[in-house]
């Protein structure tokens, strides 16, 4: 900074995302120094520009906390006040070997990198590993915070060392800090694993099993209430739902090429019998063992086989993360076996139905992918059947007008596929619908029809979750209403909240009215006050509050107030229960 205004020196020719990421990356570079005049001894790892700030590992002599970050922030300050050049060099392995010869994380980078010369760059007395790009001078760092510390391995590997992570946030203004800062402080607000707590929905046991969901009364109620809406809309639209077993031998996923493709994501396998036995990591194989149970016709297809199936995948402990990323889920999975000529109809049926979903949950808006075969080689079948199936997929999208972008290598080992990430209140993106084109698995199962004429032929295969797994998306439901679910989904619809203890037998009475009406109530006989008995009510998202008193028994009414502190006023039991009913109907 000179005079309290901000060098561009070349910026403002640039756009703004290459302006942020030279922001960013300079950012960087400042909270190392900082970090290093606070304990001389760091050692550093890598410090590079996301999408909303920055980062940098070190590994320092004690834990750093919350109470550090203010610390760190204002020597960064001072260096970016200061206003010195970031000045890039190159020099010699060997000279950079000696110059970092006390940090072992950086000469391992150095021992990676291919070219004779390696990158520096300095600002001050600060030198760092580096290929750039930089702002010119420090004086360029606009508004920034330190946000938080977190663990990392080294490398992303477990393996590897834990490292402290700082992280920072960087925006262009002061005014978009500030809003991105809100924007989080809204997002903690409605973070599930609070919520879960908070209002008794679920629960955690790191020591009996990490990743593992323990569901609660309220929690497995409104999983409940969305499960039986899934299977009432499957049966409506065509489907059988079935159940498969938790286990298969490994002669199952040896065929289905699971153990070729997707070994590090399965568990180790457990002996029964002398035989090696795996718990699933997915449905379709079982599913395929279904249809073949009974020689098929083309006059039977499409056959659309529909489970809410429970899988378990390997997760590394560093990315479990609440109800959206957990070792045993439960996958909305449907696979539909379909001859050529009904494949294209079939997808466009699968985008209709996630456009279903998703509006009866609330979700307006969503951004489409096509996620496209793995340029490595991890994957199976021929080019040509890849290049079909994509295209299928490209059709349906661009006949649908579905705005989307290309996820290149994004599919999986048996085909392309479609991913659909729904978009929350926040403006978050969040993955749910997948719908791949299998030509795979019909292939290695041997899975046939008879066609018209008599002969043999080969379906193809759609595997479909519209939700993608109930855990994830109550977690991302729990996030878009922040708890407040709306009446169908609210685990307790009403609370009848009685003044006085005279009061508790008319309670029960209009609790008793509003059970016989299917609608979810309980009754607050507590010895506190009507007002405190409110206040809890609406912190536990209670969408109606049933307040009773003599002047209701007297005219078989209740004061209504809602969650949102509108005051109803009273209204007869049948006025309320037919109000409550209307609007569990709209799912509004």
């Known amino acids: ?240 739902i079935v159940y498969s077993p938790h286990i298969g031998k490994s002669t199952l996923w040896e065929t289905s090429g699971h153990l070729d493709f997707y070994s590090e994501n399965m568990y180790s396998p457990m002996d029964i019998d002398g035989q090696d036995y795996y718990v699933k990591p997915m449905n379709c194989p079982f599913h395929i063992q279904m249809y073949k149970n009974s020689l098929r016709s083309y006059r039977e297809l499409p056959i659309r086989l529909a489970e809410l199936g429970t899988v378990y995948r390997y997760e590394r402990s560093g990315v479990l993360h609440g109800l959206l990323r957990v070792r045993g889920f439960t996958q909305d999975d449907a696979h539909i076996f379909c001859r050529p000529d009904q494949v294209k109809e079939e997808i466009e049926r699968c985008v209709e139905f996630m456009r279903f979903f998703l509006g009866a949950f609330g979700f307006e808006k969503f951004h489409v992918y096509l996620a496209t075969r793995d340029a490595s080689g991890k994957y199976a079948g021929s080019l040509e059947d890849w290049e079909m199936a994509t295209n299928v997929l490209r059709d349906v999208i661009n006949e649908q007008a579905l705005p989307h972008d290309i996820d290149e290598g994004g599919a999986v080992f048996y085909g392309p596929k479609i991913d659909v990430k729904m978009v929350d209140t926040l403006g978050r993106e969040w993955q749910c619908t997948t719908i791949q084109f299998d030509f795979n698995l019909p292939e290695r199962f041997d899975v046939t029809y008879i066609a018209e004429d008599g002969r043999e032929r080969r379906p193809y295969m759609v595997h479909r979750a519209l939700l993608g797994s109930m855990e994830r998306f109550f977690g991302v439901l729990l996030e878009h209403y922040a708890g407040a679910f709306p009446l169908w989904l609210a685990p307790v619809q009403a609370i009848v909240i009685p003044i006085a203890d005279r009061h508790i037998d008319y309670a029960q009475k209009v609790a008793g009215e509003l059970r016989s009406a299917d609608l979810r109530v309980e009754i607050d006989a507590r010895s506190e006050r009507m007002q405190a008995k409110i206040r809890d009510a609406q912190l536990q998202k209670v969408p109606y509050m049933l307040v009773v008193g003599d002047r209701e028994a007297e005219s078989n009414a209740a004061a209504v107030r809602l969650r949102s502190g509108e005051d109803l006023k009273a209204r007869p039991v049948e006025e309320i229960i037919a109000r409550m009913k209307e609007e569990v109907s709209q799912r509004v």
């Open 1 to 240: 900074m000179r005079n309290g205004k901000a060098l561009v020196l070349g910026l403002d020719k640039m756009t703004k995302e290459e302006r942020l990421e030279r922001m960013r990356h300079s950012a960087a570079h400042i909270m190392a120094e900082a970090v290093c005049e606070m304990f001389p001894d760091a050692r550093l790892g890598i410090g590079p520009p996301i999408d909303t700030g920055f980062y940098y590992d070190f590994e320092l002599p004690r834990t750093l906390t919350t109470e550090d970050l203010p610390v760190v922030e204002e020597k960064m300050r001072t260096r970016i006040k200061s206003d010195v050049p970031f000045e890039p060099s190159l020099i010699t392995k060997d000279e950079a070997r000696e110059r970092f010869h006390d940090q072992p994380y950086k000469l391992e980078l150095i021992d990676e990198i291919r070219d004779e010369k390696v990158g520096l760059y300095q600002q001050g007395e600060f030198v760092d590993l580096c290929q750039g790009p930089h702002v010119e001078r420090t004086g360029q760092v606009p508004a920034f915070k330190l946000m938080s510390v977190a663990g990392a391995y080294w490398r992303g590997d477990e393996h590897n060392p834990m490292l402290q992570r700082v992280y920072g946030a960087l925006f262009d203004t002061k005014e978009e800090l500030e809003q991105y800062l809100e924007r989080v402080e809204e997002a903690h607000r409605r973070d599930h694993r609070r919520l879960g707590r908070e209002l008794d929905l679920f629960s955690f046991h790191e020591e009996f099993g990490p990743g593992l969901v323990y569901w609660h009364p309220k929690g497995g109620r409104v999983r409940t209430l969305i499960e039986d809406f899934w299977r009432e809309e499957h049966l409506r639209g065509g489907y059988d």
